[in-house]
């Protein structure tokens, strides 16, 4: 696309977003072992294979029984059955139980059909040190049926388990792999281009000289990518001159990126090269930190972003990250917001939404910073986002805010 300039006005956040979402086409899906899909978004649900449970199975460790031998079973009136099978989980065995008698049974295993109720050890006179020959029951099962797992219990074979649009982290692959599910279709992840811009910037270690920085920006931004699903192809980053920038953004292009993320060269000075040189178009957005954000809707996406690394942060939550879960056509874009209490005073910014790093105590929330878009290293401790709206010109301790959080 041409580079354009955003109207003299500032506009909202919402408006920014709307325009970046609206751009967003979604990544071709493909079908993957369940082993090989941690961190991918679901494109078709994700049905169950088998009943689960498969089989009625008993909830505890103890004995099968007729809940007719022991429904007045006590301490005072104890009863004592004759125990005629041992079954393990993973048994296939089926014993038949006569009146007055039992099977010891172990959690998970599959529950005879001749009885009808579980005794636990803790509920017989011997418990498991005692439970070969004879049984003395000292305490009543609350009701028929009592620690029996019934088979279709959870659900039945063919039921959705996992709805298209989630995320698959580890819990949703056991549940997966529970289930007898052994594929799953997955979006693509994301190509994801990183480009840092600045001449005051130097590899982490390397010498400084006097007006120099340690390049954090692309550590920061390859880790938020990865952390949402997205593969970097490209992290680079490049001097103020332009040659560098366009070398790298050909570069991105060659390897296929559907999203260039740059850092720096925004904003209204002299040497802004993203802004000379990337085809985006720039906006004034009203938030705290973020205000000078540029967008590119076209193929791959670009995302200019600002260079002060709380910037960068915030810009990427509010804006990048829908973004890239949007392409992987997932459920839900948004981090979870909850109200919170503060603890610490702080002033906001007129007319801006302020995204304040904080760290998360007990029964609230600090600011983690003395709040500059520089405080890179601040930037580590902070667990969420305190979230002050545009009408708010300070925080007093005890009042409560919006608080997404990220971690």
Known sequence: MDQQTGDAGVITVEQHRERVLAAVRPLESATMPVDAALGRVLRAPVRSAVDLPLFDNSAMDGFAVLFADVAGASAE???????????????SRN??????????????????????????????????ADSLRRVTVVAAPRAQGAHIRPRAEECRAGDEILPAGTRLGGRQL????????????VSRMPRVAVISTGDE??????????????????????????????????????????DGLRAALADATALGADVVITSGGVSAGAYEVVKNAAPMRFDKVAMQPGKPQGFGDGTPLMFGLPGNPVSVAVSFEVFVRPALLAMQGAMVLDRLILPMRVHEAWRTPAGRRQYRPVVIERDGVRPASSGGSHLAASLGRADAYAIVPVEVDSVAVGDIVDVMLVS
């Open 95 to 128: 014993p038949v139980l006569a009146p007055g008698q039992a099977a010891r049974i172990m959690t998970g295993a599959p529950f005879p059909s001749a009885a009808d109720t579980v005794v636990p050890f803790e509920d017989t006179a011997g418990g498991l």
């Open 174 to 185: 056991a549940a997966a792999a529970a289930a007898g599910v052994t594929e799953v279709t």
């Open 77 to 91: 009136s104890p009863v004592v059955l004759d125990v005629v099978a041992d079954l393990p989980a993973g048994t």
């Open 201 to 242: 910037l130097q590899p982490p270690g390397a010498p400084l000289r006097h007006g120099q920085i340690p390049e954090s920006n692309s550590a920061l931004l390859a880790g938020l990518c990865g952390e949402n699903g997205a593969e970097v192809v490209l992290r680079t980053w490049v001097g103020d001159d332009g």
